[in-house]
Structure formats: C-alpha cells, structure tokens
C-alpha cells in the first residue's frame, strides 16, 4: 500500500501543501471533540505510524513527537461539550477541523478528511473512508487528536478523580454511569448524550 497515494494524486492536481484531518472523541460522553490537521513531506518516513484506534495508548504518545517533529506543519481544533450540546456532535467536529486547519502555522491549499462528511473548510478537499488507515497524513492527524484529548482526560481526572476520566476518557463505560448517578454531571458532560441517563 501507498501510504501516500491520496497526497500524491492531490500533488499532480496542483496543489502543494495538502493537509490530512482526523478527529478523536465524538462518542464520548464528557469532555471536548478534537481535531488535527497535519501536512507531512512527501514520503516522510514515520515508523509505526498507523491509525491511532489500531496502536496502544504508549505507541501513540511515543509517535506524538516524531509527528510533530517530522510534519511540516500541524494545528489541534477543539469544540466544547457545550458546543456539541448546542449544535450537535457532527456540526461540532465539522468545527473542531475548520479550527485545525485555521491553526495550522503553514497554510495548506488541500484537506483529505477522514471519513465520508465533508466539513466546511476554507480549502477544497475529499473526504477518505478509513483514511486513517490508508493515508500518512490522515493517520498522523488521527494520533495527534487522540494523543491532545487523552491528555486533556487526563488533566480533568486529576481535578475530578471520583469519575475515573484517565481509564474511560469519558466514554460510556459502566464505571462512568455510576459516578454520574453517585456524583451528578460536570460542565464537562455533554447533556445531549446523557438525556436517557435515568433509562439506562
């Protein structure tokens, strides 16, 4: 496989800096979504890089700083639980990429976006079901957003410990509907998602 065939065909297009975009938290129950965009060299060799869902927690933060080191450029865009709860959680990441992109030092001219919904951008792109695991830049985006937000769990665990943010992340785990019941909700808790709370 080409890791970077996507980035290749948008290099014969004409474009020159074209940025791979991936987003990490969308099912979560707590705490932001987070974005990536990553514009890599062309056949920049990263060893073990892949689809963040595929590499363990260490793998991923070991690969963190050899992205950011490697990337020609990189932006992180968040949207708050109170964004998803007012917009919803698709139009809310549709934000948190646009942020990515708008953060990225280097401007890039081209977005290849994980997925199948293309989010408003200032640049024309595609979107890449699996990209994550078929395109360089889409997979280094992917850890990068993962990495930033298990970090930001992690920080929110150390202030708030009853409700066990380093293990689940804030995804629906059993564990975490018990703290919520015990210790009712944070600003922190997307309300959007904890509607039927009292059904389960």
Known sequence: MDWYAYEKRAGEQGFSAVCGIDEAG??????????????????????????????????????????????????????????????????????????????????????????????????????????????????????LAKVSRDRLLRRLDEEHPEYGFAKHKGYGTKAHYEAIRKYGLLPEHRRSFLKNLEAK
């Open 26 to 143: 969308r099912g979560p129950l707590a705490g932001p979504v987070c974005a990536a965009a990553v514009i890599l060299p062309p056949d920049c060799d990263i060893p073990g890089l892949n689809d963040s869902k595929k590499l363990s927690e260490k793998k991923r933060e070991a690969l963190f700083p050899v992205i950011q080191e490697k990337a020609l450029a990189f932006g992180i865009g968040w949207a708050t639980a109170e964004e998803i709860d007012r917009v919803n959680i698709l139009q809310a990441t549709f934000l948190a990429m646009a942020r990515a992109v708008e953060a990225l030092p280097a401007p890039a001219d081209y977005a290849l976006v994980d997925g199948n919904r293309m989010p408003p951008l200032p640049i024309p792109g595609e979107t890449i079901v699996k990209g994550d695991a078929t395109s360089a830049s889409i997979a280094a985006a992917s850890i």
